[in-house]
């Protein structure tokens, strides 16, 4: 394998009935960053069946180059119809990094190809960067729960492919004066290809979320003082990708279902932040949420106890931190 | 039919504890377990045992104290266990793990072969389909639910927004989930068995066909290079400042810690 080969960054763009997932999105917005850093150029591949009219967005989004590729066999993603056609274009192209969502779809598909073109592939990362001296990428991400960060690096192989996870990376502005050419594929399938068979597509727009699962939490208690203040934690949840819970007061006042209470009596989580918002911090609570990697606490009493067990404490009015704080990540964005 | 369930001995992860002096990690004392993921996948393949009569071989990679998730899959009914274990297997990526258990599956019949969807110390799921892309098999992975009609298995392999019901034929790779169903304790006969009638097989390098390249360290594409721990918790700081003041401290700090 020759290294000098390989030069562009690529990003796997994820569709789901034609529509871009965020986290394609977000990887474009990191991909530009890091293409930027090596001075060389941002490649979106598209896959899909009918999806040509996505592909002028993803130049607005940040990519120099799309390649789109289109048959009927990909319109509902099946592992060996995707792997093949992405591997060949990535064995066309050569691209020095790939990237893709750490979603159901790219963690099934990113170690099919990694094993098909033998090369290196780094699940779930949090933090990307470009080794200064040897311009390899430095994937880091956690392990053992979240209990250890490690960097993960593909010195001697290519391309350096990672997977990461949704909501992590920053979406780059999407600027319509951007130039970028679009480049079709001739994705090359044949029937044999198949070799599964959808009978059924279901969708539910209402999956079963829990608490325990999630990376991060909005926690209201009884300080938010009325049920519709748990609209703007819902907001806020979905800023940050995560999702709302609360302290037994909130279940009691009916504010919020028994399925996401946190504490002795509820759930016991340990997200890697945990935003509690109007809890004074009953020790039953704090012993549902004590080992959240970082924890930060809005409250208008300055003695409560949950200040004792914050990160991160602020003293004020939650029903107007909580959206200043959503005008703030917005303005970040 | 014959089955493969491919398992991994871990440290049980939610006993994990971090030293809040030093931030590293507490591992004495902490049990080790068959991967959840991976019980879930062996009791689907016990179940399509106690159905169909299937032949259902445990397998495993790792150092010779992993034989004891292989005996207490024999215990749960198992009929065959077999250890891979090599020096030269040490240091392997996913890469090179998936490579070597290929390698030893191909000494194997088999028609379905089923791995956990990940490992909870590792969590990244990539495993199972770069094992089915080694032996060239149709793969599925997030599968909940598994029917099997005689000739074909009907699989509910989910997504984020919803799931497809998918049909694959005889062999194929599957990864589960532990949501799938609800694993069965180990009987007193099986554990009886599993001592005293059932052998464990170890294998070694010499009894696989691979090329040594791809083994361990050296055939791995990627290594780590620098593990660390976010570190002692020190007391927080609380500001009683204005909201909007207040919404930028929280973003600064977010940020400072790479939570956004």
């Known amino acids: 394998m020759n290294m000098m080969d390989y030069t562009g960054v690529s990003v796997f763009i994820e569709q789901r009935d034609g529509e871009v997932q965020k986290v394609s999105l977000e990887l474009l917005g990191e991909g530009r960053r890091l293409a930027d850093k090596l001075n060389t150029k941002l490649i979106a591949i598209l896959l899909g069946h009918n999806v040509a009219n996505i592909a002028q967005e993803l130049v607005y989004y940040g990519a120099d180059e799309v390649i ?17 056609v992405f591997t060949s274009i990535i064995t066309e192209i050569k691209p020095e990094i790939v990237l893709m969502g750490a979603t159901a779809i790219g963690r099934d598909l990113a170690p099919r190809v990694s094993a098909r073109v033998y090369t290196g592939l780094t699940a779930d990362c949090t933090t990307l960067e470009i080794d200064e001296e040897t311009k390899n990428l430095l994937m880091t991400r956690p392990a053992f729960g979240g209990n250890i960060m490690a960097t993960i690096i593909c010195p001697e192989h290519r391309p350096q492919m990672s997977t990461v996870r949704p909501g992590v990376m920053l979406v780059g502005e999407r600027d319509t004066e951007r130039k970028g050419s679009i480049i079709k594929h001739q994705a090359q399938l044949d029937a044999s290809d198949m070799n599964v068979e959808i009978l059924e597509v279901v969708k539910e727009t209402k999956k079963k979320v829990k608490i325990e699962d999630a990376n991060v939490l909005i926690s209201g208690g009884r300080g938010l003082g009325k049920k519709e203040s748990f609209e703007g934690l819902e907001l806020l949840a979905k800023e940050l990708s995560g999702l709302v819970a609360g302290s037994r007061a909130a279940v009691d006042a009916g504010w919020i279902d028994r399925d996401f209470q946190v504490g002795q009596t509820g759930k016991t989580v340990r997200p890697g932040l945990y935003i509690a918002c109007g809890i004074s911090g009953a020790i039953q609570h704090v012993a549902g949420m004590e080992e959240s990697e970082f924890i930060v606490a809005i409250n208008k009493n300055a003695t409560a ?3 004792e067990f914050a990160d991160l404490g602020i003293v004020g009015d939650v029903n107007k931190v909580i959206p200043a704080l959503i005008e703030e990540l917005k303005s970040k964005k | ?25 507490i591992r004495e004392g902490v049990p080790s377990i068959i991967n959840p993921d991976d019980k879930s996948g062996l009791e689907a393949a016990l179940q399509l045992k106690d159905e169909f009569g299937a032949h259902v071989t445990v397998l495993t990679m790792g150092p010779q104290q992993a034989e004891a998730a292989l005996r207490e899959a024999l215990a749960m009914g198992a009929d065959r266990a077999i250890l891979l274990t090599d020096r030269a297997f040490a240091g392997s990526d996913t890469w090179a793990t ?17 791995a956990g969807r990940q490992a909870i110390d590792g969590d990244t799921a990539q ?5 089915a892309e080694h032996l060239n098999l149709p793969q599925v992975s997030y599968v909940e639910d598994l029917k099997y009609d005689g000739s074909s298995f009907i699989l509910k392999r989910v997504f984020e927004d919803g799931y497809h019901l998918v049909k694959v034929g005889k062999p194929c790779l599957i990864t589960t989930l532990k949501e799938m169903n609800e694993p069965r304790y180990m009987s007193v006969m099986g554990i009886f068995d599993a001592y005293r009638e059932k052998q464990i097989e170890v294998w070694n390098l010499k009894d696989i066909t691979v090329e040594r390249s791809y083994l361990g360290l050296e055939g791995s594409p990627t290594k780590v290079k620098k593990s660390f721990t976010k570190g002692a918790k020190t007391a927080g700081k609380v500001f009683e400042v204005d909201h909007k003041e207040a919404a930028k401290i929280i973003v600064d700090k977010l940020k400072e810690k790479y939570i956004i």
């Open chain 2, 98 to 114: 998936s490579c070597t258990l290929a390698a030893a599956i191909k000494n194997l019949e088999y028609d379905l072969i089923i």
């Open chain 2, 127 to 131: 495993v199972g389909p770069q094992i």
């Open chain 1, 68 to 84: 789109l590729a289109e048959d009927a066999m990909l319109d509902k993603y099946v592992t060996e119809p995707y792997t093949k």
């Open chain 2, 1 to 25: 039919m014959k089955i493969v369930v491919c398992i991994k001995q871990v440290p049980d992860t939610t006993e994990v504890r971090l030293d809040p002096k030093t931030g590293t990690l």
């Open chain 1, 305 to 307: 106890p949950i200040f």
